[in-house]
């Protein structure tokens, strides 16, 4: 069977290129991109090369940066920029494959099996496509090649960024040569809590993991302990499937608060504005959902607190009145009482199915057209154009955030 031409194309410190393209007297400049630090948003959502030259790093507070480079340059950042950005960069990469699944904001799979007598080797083609979404939109972009995804997602991640070229290539025959002395947390796929588990049985290294029993890690750790095991080896099932693309397994929103909020009160009415937002996401797609979600991340930095937990509704729905009770549930039975600086709710689970309800409560009726109602207004007169009067209590989020996107400006 004929071996498989992956690339991943990943964009270079992609927020702060597009803000540099559009005002190019910032190139060359230490420049990060981030929040209102009176809001509490002042994270770093990208640094330039030349920030990240002094230290500087993707999550760090702005305070820091500012210590770590004092003539660092902040700008505040422009979502629908780096959205209409991406689906350009989209539209690029189609022009030469029509095998292209986005898999973030700045990277994106591209399937280029059999194109070599159109682009030439692998290599070449890489630097064709480089090069076009260089002089289209001023971002830089590196990739990473491999025979499947995975493959081409450690090439790009751990080598081309590292490259003259900004290239890579991992294959069957030398992956093992060039991953398995990495750090095991190296891997994709590894996080915090699963390298300090492989820690404890002393596996330090990708090698050492590719070297235990692919049983045992099942045995151990279900299904994600047989896929790490798999990462290890270089394998890799999945395809670039662009349909899978638009296929959402769950419709999410998360933001990080203004303020430690401690009141129970106040907590609870940000959830609630969460909920209908999530709800309306969902029901613009044309979906129900089958699980609720709930994240909540503790104040203090120093000692960790929150939860993640979920829980499935009684049937599926997109409905704020049906899906808030069980998100209320699940903030009462886990939360430690501390204050709460992050939340977060998904629904999960989608379908455009639906079965018939068994019993015969009109009320369900009536709040899917109440929520239906809302949805119409909405989107003739605006967001803001009907809300909840709970909305104007202290603590409501949801008049600043209504014309945010992931939570800034767009």
């Known amino acids: 069977m004929k071996k498989k031409t992956i690339f991943l194309a990943d ?24 929040g209102d630090p009176e809001l509490r948003h002042g994270i770093i959502l990208a640094a330039s090369p030349e920030a990240k030259a002094y230290g500087i790093k993707t999550g760090q507070p702005a305070w820091e940066a500012k210590r770590m480079c004092p003539w660092v340059i902040f700008t505040h ?17 189609e022009q ?26 692998p290599r070449q083609a890489a630097a064709v496509l480089m090069e076009r979404v260089w002089r289209e939109t001023g971002v830089r972009c590196r990739v990473g090649m491999g025979e499947n995804l995975l493959q081409a997602k450690m090439a790009c991640d751990r080598f081309a960024k590292k490259a003259a070229d900004r290239f890579f290539e991992l294959n069957s025959d030398n992956y093992a040569a060039y991953t398995w002395s990495l750090p095991v947390k190296a891997l994709f796929g590894v996080g915090h809590r699963m390298e300090r588990n492989f820690n404890r049985i002393g596996v330090r290294t990708i090698g050492h993991l590719a070297g235990l029993s692919r049983n045992m890690l099942r045995r151990r750790w279900g299904i994600n302990g047989e896929v790490l095991w798999l990462n290890a080896h270089g394998i890799d099932y999945s395809t670039v499937d662009p349909a899978a693309a638009r296929e959402q397994k769950g419709i ?15 907590i609870e009415l940000v959830l609630r504005e969460m909920t209908a937002e999530v709800c309306a996401r969902v029901r613009r797609q044309g979906k129900i959902g089958s ?46 009482r501390m ?64 014309g945010m996107i992931g939570g800034h400006d767009a």
């Open 11 to 34: 964009m270079e410190s992609f927020y702060a290129s597009v803000e540099a393209a559009r005002n190019p007297s910032l190139r060359g400049k230490p420049l990060v991109v981030c």
């Open 77 to 93: 950042p422009r979502m629908q920029s780096y959205i209409n950005c991406s689906m350009q960069i989209t539209r690029i990469f």
């Open 96 to 121: 030469f494959t029509d095998r292209v699944l986005p898999y973030s904001i700045d990277e994106q799979f591209l399937d280029l099996t059999g194109m070599e007598k159109i682009y030439g080797p």
């Open 252 to 266: 999410g929103h998360m933001a990080t608060l203004p303020r430690d909020y401690r009141k129970q009160e106040e």
């Open 291 to 336: 699980t609720v979600h709930l994240y909540c991340k503790g104040a203090d930095f120093d000692c960790p607190t929150g939860f993640s937990r979920q829980k499935k509704l009684p049937e599926p729905t997109a409905s704020p009145a049906e899906v808030y009770p069980m998100v209320e549930l699940l903030f009462r039975k886990y939360w430690d």
């Open 339 to 402: 204050p709460i600086r992050a939340v977060g709710i998904s629904l999960t689970g989608l379908t455009v199915y639906r079965q018939l309800r068994l019993s015969f409560d009109s009320r369900y009726e009536s709040e899917e057209a109440l929520a239906a109602t809302v949805d119409m207004v909405r989107e003739r007169f605006g967001k803001t154009s009907l809300f909840s009067a709970s909305s104007l209590k202290p603590g409501a989020q949801f008049l600043q955030r209504a």
